[in-house]
C-alpha cells in the first residue's frame, strides 16, 4: 500500500474498534463502505512494486518453512536440447544462499549470496572463491558489454531479517565490480522506491530491464520508467537479437517487442508453462529457445513460443544459465540442500532457511555467446 492507504487502513481499524462488531447505523455502514473503497483505490493506482513490504518481521517471529527435499530425477530427450538420460551433478551446496547466476567467459559461473553481502565464482571445475565483496545484499547479477558486474542491490529488505523499524536502505541498480567503477544506477521511480527487486537483464548498450513486482526499465542515462501491465514478474530476459523481451508472468511468459531506446511494445501472452508451477529465472541460447525455472524443473519453449519440454530438476529451481569452457553446460540453483553427512540443510522456526545448491548438466544446445546473459 502506499502511505495514503496505510493511513486510511488505519482509520478503518479505529473506527471497528470504537464501534465494536456491530453496525447498526445506516450512516456507519457508508462511512465504512467509503473507507475500503479507498483502500482499494489507493492500492489500485499505486506503482506494482511498491505493494511489496520492504523489511519484513520487525522483531516478530515468521514461519518460513523448509525446502523441499531432493528427489530422484530422469531426463527425457528433447530434440537439440537435451539428451535423453543426460543427469544432473551437484557442483555447490551450501547454507548462505546462491542466485542470479550467470556464466562467465573462462566458462566458470558467477552468483550472488545476498545475505553475507558477497558474489562467488564457481570454477569448470566446481572451485569455488570470493569475486565481490560488501555488494550491499546483492541478488540477481549480469554482465554489462563493458564486463562491468551489475547487480540488483536487495539492502536490508530480506524477509528473514527481524528489523525493529522498516528498512530505510533502498534497493537499486547499480555496478558493483570493478571496485573502481561502482556507480549507482537506479534507485526510484518517479521518487518512489523500487521495492524488493528480483531480476535483471542488461542490453548490449547498457540499459537495464527489470522486475519488482512489475516490470522496469533504466536507460544508459539512468531514466527509469514502468513498462507492461497487469504483471506479476519475477525473471527477465531478452532474445539473442534483442529484438523480444520475455518476462514471467505466474504460470505464464509474456513478452514485447523491443524498438528504438529500449522501448518495449506489443504486450502479449509468448508460453504457458504447460509443466505446471510459476516461471521464476531465465536463460535463452543460440537458438533462440528460452528455459524457464520453476518448481518442477526447466521448461523449454522454442523461438515462437511453443512448449518443447521439461528437464526435470533434483529440487525446485530458480536460477538458470548456460557456461561451461563451450558453453553447453546449463547451471541451475536449486532450493536448499544436504551437510557433509547427507542430511537436509534446516535451521529452527522462525529462522529462514537460505540453503541452496548448484546443479550442472550436460546440453546439445549451446547457450548463447553474444551476451552474458
Known amino acids: ?57 520487525r522483531g516478530a517471529q515468521q514461519d518460513f518453512g523448509q525446502p523441499q527435499p531432493a528427489r530422484p530425477v530422469t531426463v527425457t530427450a528433447i530434440p537439440g536440447v537435451v539428451a535423453a538420460g543426460a543427469t544432473w551433478t551437484q557442483a555447490w551446496a551450501g547454507t548462505d544462499n546462491a542466485d542470479g547466476i550467470l556464466g562467465t567467459p573462462d566458462g566458470g559461473l558467477l552468483f ?22 560488501n555488494t550491499n545484499g546483492a541478488g540477481s547479477l549480469a554482465l554489462d558489454a563493458k564486463g562491468r558486474l551489475i547487480a540488483v542491490q536487495r539492502t536490508c529488505t530480506d524477509p528473514g531479517l527481524r528489523l525493529a523499524s522498516p528498512c530505510a ?43 519488482s513486482g512489475g516490470a522496469f526499465y533504466v536507460s544508459p542515462a539512468g531514466d527509469v520508467r514502468a ?29 514485447f517487442d523491443v524498438g528504438a531506446n529500449g522501448v518495449v511494445s506489443n504486450q502479449r501472452d509468448f508460453a504457458k508453462l504447460e509443466a505446471g508451477g510459476n516461471g521464476d529465472g531465465l536463460a535463452v541460447d543460440a537458438a533462440g529457445r528460452l528455459y524457464v525455472t520453476s518448481a518442477p524443473g526447466v521448461q523449454v519453449f522454442a523461438p515462437d513460443g511453443r512448449y518443447l519440454g521439461l528437464i526435470p530438476t533434483p529440487r525446485n529451481v530458480i536460477s538458470v544459465a548456460f557456461s561451461g569452457p563451450d558453453k553447453k553446460t546449463l547451471y541451475v540453483v536449486g532450493g536448499g540442500g544436504v551437510d557433509a553427512n547427507g542430511r537436509e540443510m534446516t535451521t529452527p522456526p522462525g529462522v529462514r532457511n537460505n540453503a541452496k545448491s548448484i546443479f550442472r548438466i550436460p546440453m546439445i544446445a549451446e547457450g548463447f555467446r553474444g551476451r552474458a546473459k
Open 169 to 211: 536502505d533502498p534497493p537499486n541498480i547499480s555496478i558493483i565490480h570493478p571496485a573502481a567503477e561502482r556507480k549507482l544506477l537506479a534507485d526510484n521511480l518517479q521518487g518512489k522506491p523500487l521495492g524488493r527487486i528480483n531480476d535483471a537483464v542488461v542490453a548490449r548498450d547498457g540499459g537495464v530491464y527489470f522486475t
Open 112 to 133: 550472488a549470496q545476498e545475505q553475507p553481502r558477497r558474489v562467488s565464482r564457481l570454477d569448470p571445475d566446481n572451485r569455488v572463491s570470493v569475486y565481490a565483496e
Open 227 to 255: 513498462i507492461g501491465q497487469n504483471l506479476r514478474t519475477n525473471g527477465v530476459m531478452l532474445s539473442p537479437d534483442e529484438k523480444t523481451l520475455y518476462i514471467t508472468n505466474g504460470g505464464t511468459v509474456v513478452a
Open 1 to 57: 500500500m502506499t502511505a495514503n492507504s496505510f493511513a486510511v487502513a488505519a482509520e478503518v481499524s479505529d473506527l471497528e474498534e470504537a464501534e465494536g462488531t456491530e453496525r447498526t447505523s445506516a450512516h456507519d455502514r457508508m462511512r465504512r463502505m467509503k473507507l475500503v473503497h479507498l483502500i482499494a483505490l489507493g492500492v489500485c493506482l499505486s506503482v506494482p512494486v511498491l505493494a511489496q513490504e520492504q523489511g519484513r518481521g
